[in-house]
C-alpha cells in the first residue's frame, strides 16, 4: 500500500498555538523526511522541538498546516490510537516504564489490543528483549535497570508493534556517556536492520551527529533542514 | 500478561489501598446483609401469626405498633360476618408466652370449637377441646413432636397444668407450632374479655375480595383488613419502621461504600495520571483505558463483597446472641439478602468508580508526557 517513492513523514506549513494564541510554540514548519532516514531535529530548549515531536505522534493537533505521515493526513485520521499503537513507536526521555512491571510485562502491555496470541506476545517480547541486549534481564523490573537498560527497553516497547517510524523526544537526556552510547548505537542498528524512519529530538550536538541529518530549529522555525550524509 | 492479570498486580501493587477499598465495600456489604437478614426474620416471625390459620384475608385493628396489640369485639366480629359475601369469620385471641428458652415467643391462639374447621384445622389424633373447659389444649403436630408431648399428656403453660386432649395439623408451619385453647378461659387468663386480636375471613369464591374489604373498612374505620405481606405495615407500625430502618440504612451504606470507593479510585487516578496517559501515547484505546480503571475497581469490591457477606454473617450471629433478640429472631439466610448484597456491591462499585473512570476517558495523553 505504501509507495517507496514517497516520503515516510511530510509536514506542510504547521503552526501550533498555546494559550488561545498568545504562544506561538511552532510557526510555520515545513519538513520533509524520507523513509529509512534518521533525523535529529536541534535546537534550544524551548525552540518548539517536544511540540513539533507531538505534532508527528499525533498527541496533539495543529493550529494550522497538514501532517501527512505514510500517504495519510493526520487531522484527518479517526484512527489515532490504532495510529499510535501500530505506525509508530515512543520513546520520552524518561522512559516512562511502568515500574510494578517487569521487562517483559511491560513490552506486552504494549502489545495490548493488538491481535496476537498471548503465547505469541511473549516470544515477541523475548525476541526483542535479546534485540536490546536485555534477554537476561526479563524478569527484572525498571527499578533494578541501569538508566541506559531502561531507556534500552523503552525502545524496546516503541519497537514492539513493528512501527515504520520511531519518534524520540530526548531519548539521552537522562544518561551517561556510556549509555548514550549504546543507545546511540541501538537506533542506528534499528535504522539499518528494520528499515525504520526515526526522529530523534535533541539538544545535544554529539547525539545529533550520530544521525543522517540535522535539522535545526530556533523560535518555533526550522532555520536548517540538513544535508543527508547516509 | 492480559488485561486480568494486569488488573489483579496494578491492585497487588497497590496493597494498602485495594485493602481500603475492600473494606469500604465490607462494610457496606456486611450492613446490607445484617440489615437484610434482621429485617427478613423479624418480618416473617411477625407475619406467622397471619400464617396460622387458613382465609382470604384477616382483620385486625388499624395502625397498633405490635398486631399482638390489635383489639376487636364481637361487634365487630358481627359486623363482618353480617356481609353476605362473608362465608365465615372466625375470632380468634393471640396470646404469646414464654414456654421455655428454645420457645420465648410461643403462640397460644384462642377460637372457639366450632370455628376449628372452618380455620383449617384437622384434628390429627385425639379430640377437640371442650368450649368452657379450663385446662383443655390441644397442641399442632409439629409442637408437640418437638416437646415430646402426645394426647393425655399434661403441659405447663403461664404456671398452669393443661391436659394435651388433641393434636392438630393447619397444613402451616406457624399454625402448627401453636396451641389452640377454648377461647373464653383464654380471654378470662388474659384478662381481656370479650376481646379477640383478629378476625380470619372466608370469602364466598364468587365474591370480589377487593370490594368486601373495602366496605369493611368503610364500615369500621378503625379496623384495617390484611391480605397480602405489604398490608402488614398497617397493623404492625414496628414492622413498617423497622422496613425503613433497612431501607434507609442500606442506602446509607452504599453511599459509605460509594465514597470509599471513589476516594481511592480518584487517589490513584491522580497518581496515575502519567502511567494512564503513557498507556494511552502507545496506543491504549479509551475503552481499554475504562476498562482497566473500572476492572481494578470491580475486582476489589468482589473481595470487599465476599469478605462483606463473612463479616455479615458473623453480625447475624452476634445479634443473634443479643438478649433482647434471643428467640425472636432466627435468622434466615434467603438467596434475595445474598443477591441484594451483591448487588449493593456493583452499586459501589459503579456509583464509585463512575467520576474516575470519566476523568480517565477524557484524559489527554499528551497531559502525561507534558509533565516532564
Ligand atoms: N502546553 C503548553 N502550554 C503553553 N505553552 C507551551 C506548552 N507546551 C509548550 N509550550 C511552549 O512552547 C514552546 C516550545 O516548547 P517545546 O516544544 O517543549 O520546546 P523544546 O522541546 O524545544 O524545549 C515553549 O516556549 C514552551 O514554553
Ligand atoms: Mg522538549
Redesign the pocket.
Known sequence: MSDLAQPMIEVFDVAKD??HGT?R?LDGVSLTVDRGEFVAVT??????????L?LLAALDRPSRGRIVVDGRDLVQRGDLDEFRRREIGLVFQLHHLLAHLDATENLEVAMMGTHRRRAEKRVRALELLDAVDLGARATMRPPRLSGGERQRLAIARALVNEPGILLA?EPTGALDTRSIDSVLALFRRIRDERGTTIVL?T?DPTVSAATDRIVE?RD?RIVDRGVSTA | MTMFSLVVKNLLTRRARSILTASAVAIGVMTVVALGVLTFSLRETAISILRTGKADFTVAQEGVSDLLYSALDVGDLQRISAHPEVESAIGVLVATVDLDDEHPLFLELGLEPEGLEEFGVRVVDGRRYAADAENEVMLGYRIAADLDKGVGDSIDIDDSAFEVVGLFATGQVFGDSAAMMPLRPLQARERKPGALTLAFVRVDPSADIESLRTAIEDESPQLATVRTESDFGRVDRNLALLNAANFGGSILALLIGAVGVMNTTLLSFFERTREFGVLRAIGWSRRRLLVLVVGEALIVSLFGAGAGVGLGFAAVAFLERLPDLLGVFRPEFTSAVFGRALGFAFGMTFLGALYPALRAVRLLPIEAV?HE
Open positions: 498555546y494559550d504562544i510554540a535546537g534550544r530548549s524551548g525552540c518548539g522541538k517536544s511540540t513539533l507531538h523526544d529530538v539538544h530549529m518555533g | 507534558r
